[in-house]
């Protein structure tokens, strides 16, 4: 079954845009929730990172929003640069064992 | 300081021969993933290893694949009889013994691309 749920599959954002990606977790279990970028033909690579200690981290144009009671987190681009076109995958686990994925977001920045 | 290495990077096989993808973790860690992803699809977890023993397989199908992470030597992955629904990109992913509260987290390799024809 599927633990984490992403959203939207596909996301298309101008230049200069914010771009929102959102996932959802059942197991109220999980402490840990990093987010991924893919390039194509490339493997997936740590972008940020929260634990539910904390409602919202960001680096540099990168946020996270995480709200336990909802069970809902989100990734924030500001300033979304063609760059960024990648996949972005959301995952949770409990402490870091048997990391689970959402399905991924296609982002495209058009320039 | 080498992260995950996979290898073969690209390989194809025909229907009914043997896959198999080797994971060298990084550096100190020695918990060793391997997730799978189909073509326009998310990474599905297919198994996680300690050396010598196979924690959680859950995501493994129920024939024909199998993994192993011996006490020397890389992980494997392995898929017998291999077929056309096989065809993926395999990535395996490793993260250090100690968790902590650190944020320590799992490091993906660049993956293995795997068609069979």
């Known amino acids: 079954q599927q633990q984490v749920k992403q959203s939207p599959q596909s996301l298309i954002v101008q230049k200069g845009g914010i771009s929102i990606i959102n996932c959802a977790y059942e197991n109220t279990a999980f402490d840990y929730f990093p987010w991924y970028q893919q390039f194509p033909g490339k493997g997936p690579a740590l972008l940020i990172a929260?634990?539910?200690?904390?409602s919202e981290k960001k680096e540099g144009r990168f946020t996270i929003s995480f709200n336990k009671s909802a069970k809902q987190f989100s990734l924030h681009i500001m300033d979304s640069q063609p760059g960024d076109s990648a996949t972005y995958f959301c995952?949770?686990?409990?402490?870091?064992?048997?990391?689970?994925f959402g399905a991924g977001t296609r982002l495209t920045v058009k320039p | 300081n080498a992260g995950v290495m996979q290898n073969p990077r690209h390989l194809v096989r025909r229907r009914g021969q043997e896959a198999r993808l080797r994971c060298s973790p990084m550096k100190g860690h020695s918990h060793v993933y391997w997730y799978r992803q189909l073509p326009e699809e998310g990474l599905k977890f297919m198994v996680y290893l300690q050396k010598e023993n196979i924690i959680d397989e859950s995501g493994m199908p129920k024939e024909r694949f199998s993994a192993e992470f011996p006490k020397e030597g890389p992980s494997i992955l392995r898929i017998q009889q291999v077929v056309r629904g096989d065809s993926a990109a395999y990535f395996c992913?490793?993260?250090?013994?100690?968790?902590?509260?650190?944020?320590?987290?799992?490091?993906f390799g660049e993956g293995s691309w795997l068609t069979v024809v």
């Open positions: 995952a949770a686990s409990v402490n870091n064992n048997d990391m689970r």
């Open positions: 929260i634990r539910p200690d904390v």
């Open positions: 992913a490793s993260s250090p013994r100690e968790l902590g509260i650190t944020g320590n987290t799992i490091y």
